[in-house]
């Protein structure tokens, strides 16, 4: 197209313009500036708008031409001023302001989040994200607001999750709220990372970051901030024990806080309530609060100890090896770190990271220690049993065989069991998977093992664990746990029906959290074997509740009860199981004691799983 032509015929001369009548003037600049802009709009591939043009122009009574250069004046102006906005916000940001980044990887991020959908400022925004928020199993509920089935007799939990408010947080992007008198800004931002280390391949993976900024060249009134939520988040979590698992193998790839997963956050055991014998409770606790002492790492680093740990919990199932462990946490306010070995994508590699992103005191747990298959490495094994077989062709059995024998044996050994023991040993390496025993090892108490944690193992066959595994050192203490006792099934009885009343006397008052200190001295007053004719505390005999029998007469039918138990038959989870079955019903548990026992004892002996009686 010939745009020289088509201008020239668009724009009239300047001398055709001086020739017009000033009458005629406002009409011709219309036409002008029509033909102008139905010539801009025919190069630009817009004719169609050409009517458009004419009809808001005819509707207006303005020339559209002079309405555009408004727009356009505005447009430049706007661009203008957001360069200006965003030089001086830059300036601004740079030296009047400090700011503080939290990672989502960083537990910080949690607290602060949770923290920020509690702030009616926040929670008022317009910029808003809704979760869904379900309650867990600890959680207290108002048995009111829970329905029945249509008979009224049976509970009803089908709009349980309706009634359940969602949670609202700030959504991604800008927002600003005041907290003490002090002005934040905070920017929730939300990038696709590429990763080029992924088992999957080069993948893309979301990572948040919260940026939260105040005016100041101090962070300090973001410090106090941060600090309040921490606290806030702990005040919550009082009394209450958490449980991590590793994550997932595409997050845990990158170490760090990321590698643990939350799965549990549950109330505290008293360790009252674990089944064992006084003293050993006794020794464990006294061992664990010396070696958690602050003073403890300096002694260790003085004499070149390694700052470890280890227990080793064995007996039968349902001794209370576990609930143990649980107690243990909540005693000394520590965080469960739970490692099943026997998780098919868990390397030795992600082993060794899993216990380098340890926190600095933490309990890792590892259960059923016997189950997970862990032996020595199959070149390891052949190399021990060719060291023996070698030893004994050396010897000759007897020590009557020649010179000659044993060369020959020697010779012959070399040759053939060696190859043999080597190529076995090659198709075991190709069917191996999970966690070797040297695996296990080194992340336990290798070079670059993580020091300060608390190892906890536990066992139904002590006996089947390899010797380097148990070895002082790697385990420091054994607890032996056996079949519950008359005593302790007495104990279990008391503790099953009068630990309500207990509670309701004390929910009045909102729940604290002991020390370790005062939970110690505690448990050293009381008498390693209470009498059975203690008089029962106020708070259990001011109301029986629901049972069927009044407070006060429960020492005597705990200790009739025992009686029927035979020492050492059954385990505390078999005693507790009968027991939970009849929770407000000691009389008709003391009354069926005995036709239980007998049905345990006769599964027992015909080796069956079946319960006759339950």
């Known amino acids: 197209m010939d745009y020289n032509a ?41 004719r169609g708008l050409v009517p458009v043009y004419g009809f808001i122009g005819n509707w207006l009574g303005i020339e559209p031409t002079y309405l555009l250069s408004a727009i356009g004046v505005l447009w430049a102006l706007n661009k203008l001023f957001r360069q200006i906005y965003s030089l001086f ?33 926040m929670v008022n925004s317009r910029d808003l994200t809704a979760e869904t928020m379900s309650k867990r199993a600890w959680e207290d509920e108002d048995a009111s607001s829970v329905a029945r089935d249509r008979s009224g007799r049976w509970l009803n939990f089908s709009n349980q999750e ?7 947080s700030p959504a991604v992007g800008l927002h600003s709220f005041w907290w003490k008198g002090q002005y934040y800004r905070l920017n929730r931002k939300r990038e696709s990372v590429f990763d080029e280390g992924s088992t999957a391949g080069s993948v893309f993976r979301d990572q948040e970051d919260l940026v939260i900024s105040c005016f100041g060249r101090s962070p300090e009134p973001i410090k106090e901030l941060l ?85 080793l919990f064995h007996g039968p199932p349902g001794t209370g090896k576990t609930s ?35 926190p600095r005191r933490c309990i890792v747990l590892l259960e059923d220690i016997d189950t997970a298959g862990l032996r020595r490495t199959p070149a390891e094994a052949a190399k021990e049993e060719a060291a023996k077989e070698v030893a004994e062709a050396q010897t000759g059995g007897d020590g009557s065989s020649s010179g000659a024998n044993k060369k020959a044996v020697t010779s012959d050994w070399k040759v053939s069991d060696l190859a043999r023991a080597l190529k076995h040993t090659q198709d075991q390496s190709d069917q191996k998977q999970g966690i070797s025993l040297s695996g296990l090892l080194n992340a336990i108490d290798g070079v670059a093992s993580h020091e300060g944690r608390v190892l906890i193992m536990t066992t139904n066959n002590p006996e089947q664990l390899d010797s380097a595994l148990i070895r002082p050192g790697r385990v420091d203490l054994q607890v032996a746990f056996s079949n519950a006792t008359r005593e302790q099934a007495r104990e279990l009885f008391v503790r099953m029906y009068e630990g309500d009343q207990g509670r309701a006397s ?109």
Do not use: C
């Open 162 to 168: 309706a009634r359940t408010p969602p949670q609202f």
């Open 6 to 46: 088509v201008l020239k015929g668009l724009l009239p001369s300047m001398a055709g313009n001086t020739s017009f009548e000033s009458g005629n003037s406002s009409a011709t600049d219309h036409t002008q500036h029509a033909k102008v802009v139905e010539g801009i709009l025919a190069l630009v591939g817009l």
């Open 227 to 311: 600090a309040a939520a921490k606290a806030r988040y702990y005040r919550d979590h009082q009394a209450r024990t958490i449980v991590k698992r590793p994550s997932m193998h595409h997050v845990r790839r990158f170490g760090g806080r990321g590698s643990w997963n939350q799965v549990a956050n549950r109330p505290t055991r008293d360790i009252r309530t674990v089944v064992l014998d006084e003293q050993q409770k006794q020794q464990v606790l006294a061992d664990m609060n010396e070696y958690l002492h602050p003073e403890t790492p300096i002694w260790y680093s003085n004499r070149g100890i390694p700052l470890r740990r280890g227990y």
């Open 506 to 614: 004390s929910s009045s008052s909102p729940p604290s959290s002991p020390s370790p200190t005062s939970e110690l001295k505690a448990i050293e007053e009381t008498p390693a074997e209470p009498s059975a004719e203690k008089k029962p505390s106020t708070a259990t005999t001011e109301s029986s509740g629901d049972l069927d029998v009044p407070v006060q007469e429960l020492p005597a039918i705990a200790r009739q009860f025992s009686e029927k138990i035979p020492e050492g038959a059954f385990s505390p989870a078999q005693i507790q199981g009968y027991l939970l079955k009849r929770k407000k019903h000691p009389l008709k548990s003391l009354e069926e004691a005995d036709m239980w026992v007998d049905g345990l004892i006769k599964q027992k002996a015909l080796r069956t799983k079946i319960m006759q009686v339950q």
């Open 89 to 121: 916000s830059r300036l601004l940001n740079d030296h009047f302001m400090s700011s503080i980044h939290v990672a989502n990887t960083d537990d910080i991020y949690i607290h602060l989040m949770q923290w920020l959908a509690s702030q009616p400022r």
């Open 324 to 358: 143990l462990s649980f107690a243990l946490a909540g005693i000394f306010g520590l965080d469960i770190h739970v490692i099943s070995l026997l998780e098919p994508s868990l390397t030795e590699e992600d082993l060794s990271s899993l216990f380098a992103s340890l």
